[in-house]
C-alpha cells in the first residue's frame, strides 16, 4: 500500500467483527508504534494491552459512569453525550482489543511523542487491513490512579492514547475535511520557488459540506 494511500484512507473504525486481532499483528502495530520519532529519541511510551470484547464491555460501562459524573460542560451539551449515555453504548465499539499508549514522565514533551506512536500504530494497523479508532472518551478514567493500578500501570504514567483495534465489520465512509488553513506562508522573494517542479499529483481535498463539517 502506498503510503499517501493508508493516510488518506486510514478511518475511525467503529463496527467491529468478532474476529481475534493475532498476537503476531498487534506486535507489529507495536512495532510501528517504536519507530516514531521522539524529542531527543527519549521513546517516552509504554503500552497496555486489554484483550477480550467482554473485558472490555466490563470496562466500558465503568469509563461510561466516570465519563458521564465528570464530562467537561461544553462536551455535556455536546449531543454526543445523548450517544454515550444510550444504555448498550460501547466506548470501545465492541472491539476486541485495546492498546493504550501511556506517556512516561520525560523532560521533552511526551505526550507529544506519543501522539506520533499513536499514528503510526493507526497507519500500521490500516496496511494490514485492520481497523482502530482512537477513545479520547475513555482516556480520562483510564488515566484514573486506581484504574492504572488495577491495570498494574505505574501511576506516574500518563495515559494518552487509547486506541481500539479490530477487523472492520464493514467500510467506513470518509469525513470530510476541510482545505488547509494557511495563515503564513513566507519565502525569499525572486527566486522562482513556485515554479519548482514537483512529480507527483495530489488528490483533491475531500471538501466539507456546505455550512462545514
Ligand atoms: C484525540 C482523539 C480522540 C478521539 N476520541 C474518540 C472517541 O472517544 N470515540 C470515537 O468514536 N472516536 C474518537 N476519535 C475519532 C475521531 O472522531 C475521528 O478521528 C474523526 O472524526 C475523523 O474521522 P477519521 O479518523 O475517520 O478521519 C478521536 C480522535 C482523536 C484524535
Not at 493516510?7 to 502495530?29: M, S
Not at 501511556?102 to 500500521?124: G, R, T, V, W
Request: glycine content about 8%.
Amino acid at each position: 500500500m502506498e503510503l499517501t494511500d493508508a493516510i488518506y484512507q486510514r478511518r475511525a473504525v467503529r463496527h467491529y467483527t468478532p474476529d481475534p486481532v493475532p498476537t503476531t499483528a498487534l506486535e507489529l502495530l507495536l512495532k510501528a508504534a517504536l519507530h516514531a520519532p521522539s524529542a531527543v529519541n527519549q521513546q517516552p511510551w509504554a503500552f497496555g494491552i486489554v484483550r477480550g470484547q467482554d473485558l472490555l464491555a466490563e470496562m466500558s460501562e465503568r469509563a461510561k459512569v466516570f465519563m458521564l459524573a465528570h464530562l467537561p460542560r461544553d462536551l455535556a451539551m455536546h449531543h454526543l453525550s445523548d450517544e454515550f449515555s444510550r444504555p448498550g453504548f460501547n466506548v470501545f465499539h465492541d472491539a476486541g482489543t485495546l492498546v493504550v499508549i501511556y506517556a512516561k514522565p520525560a523532560k521533552f514533551d511526551p505526550i507529544e511523542d506519543c501522539c506520533l506512536a499513536a499514528q503510526n500504530l493507526m497507519l500500521a494497523a490500516h496496511g494490514l487491513g485492520l481497523g482502530t479508532c482512537p477513545i479520547g472518551f475513555a482516556r480520562r478514567w483510564l488515566d484514573l490512579p486506581e484504574i492504572k493500578n488495577e491495570l498494574g500501570v505505574p501511576v506516574r504514567y500518563t495515559a494518552v492514547m487509547p486506541i481500539v483495534v479490530g477487523w472492520p465489520a464493514g467500510p467506513t465512509p470518509p469525513v470530510p475535511r476541510r482545505e488547509p488553513e494557511i495563515v503564513c506562508w513566507r519565502e525569499t522573494p525572486g527566486r522562482g520557488l513556485s515554479a519548482v517542479p514537483f512529480p507527483f499529483a495530489m488528490p483533491a481535498t475531500q471538501k466539507p459540506p456546505p455550512g462545514g463539517a
